[in-house]
């Protein structure tokens, strides 16, 4: 085949099987393929920065983002892989050099249901786009650098994952006087969980096996609800495995104090409308299985060969498939000098030969 030998130095081209970040342009990617949720084993929290990779690498330049200004966060596509959508959280540090001692992110937003993509019972179909999301980032932020970060719970799939893809920005237009560090503590800590010792043990298992968005238990002030609130879990999520939530009273804060925004929740019966979207809310007739069905653990639908959105590293460890519709697609090759291994599950370790050049 012929593939431009440019595309093929280029891994997050062939191996997004789900999708991954787009704008803020993110790093570089290091080994394990970026489109693969955070490793539950061996964590590569944060930032999908494995171990002994010393710092993340910029990929161009930072992207430029003024405080107080509408800004979009944007996918590629991939595969397709969006499991239905979720729930997502953009967040903060300051900074380019994230790593397990400086993973104090802050929550900027919020979107509970509906991301990274509306309106799906499964993976986005041929022609269908994941979602854009419109933020802000206060301008209470300082300027300079810090690492953005999306993170992501989906809420199908085999078992519940977590997904982080991190930028550089930089940030101008700022409240000057505003010591940056100081603001973003008063902001909480991202949402952690489904990562094993990172996340504490922590999982979102309830909602995955009620198919049900994860409600953060401390979302911040800027949500929304692509969806409304109705495809949500019924609470929030039971435990916060991030660390920094611990030692603001974590876990047993939650269940003894339900966070303001909880009860506002509670008492809002009306859903948010969608104000962003550019896809129309269409039903999917064909989808094998309704949203609203109460209980269907695990397989996500009945007539399924394989676990949706699983990956395949095919045996000659140069290709792979990614479950879609029930079936595993046609094989796609990783790019020149990569290589895959795992055979069959929620994601596998690709081999980056051009990550350090
Ligand atoms: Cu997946």
Known sequence: MHIP???LLIPTLLTNAHIVLKTPKPFKFPAYGPSNPIDPTNPDWPCKLPSGVGTLKIDGSPTHIVAGTSQTLSFERGNGAVHGGGSC?????PGFAPSKENADFRVIKSWEGGCPARN???NLRDGEE???YEFVIPREVGDGEY???WTWIQRIGGSPEFYQNCAPITISGGNSSSSSSSFLQTLPPVFMANMGPA?????TSVEHEQRKAVRYPNPGKDVEYPEGEGNLFGSVARCDGNPFA????GESKQSANPAIHDESKATSTQAKPETKSKSSPNTHPSSPSPPSSPSTPTNTNSNSKCKEGTLHCNPDQTSFSTCTGGQ????IPLAAGTRCKGGIGVGFEIEDLSYGG
Do not use: D
Not at 89 to 93: G, Y
Not at 328 to 331: E, L
């Open 199 to 203: 996340s504490h043990g922590c999982e």
């Open 246 to 249: 611990k030692g603001e009273g």
């Open 147 to 149: 690492t953005f970060a």
């Open 328 to 331: 595993f697609r046609a094989p």
């Open 120 to 122: 799906q019972e499964g």
């Open 5 to 7: 030998l440019r595309i």
């Open 89 to 93: 959280q953009i967040s903060l540090l």
């Open 130 to 132: 994941a979602g854009k």
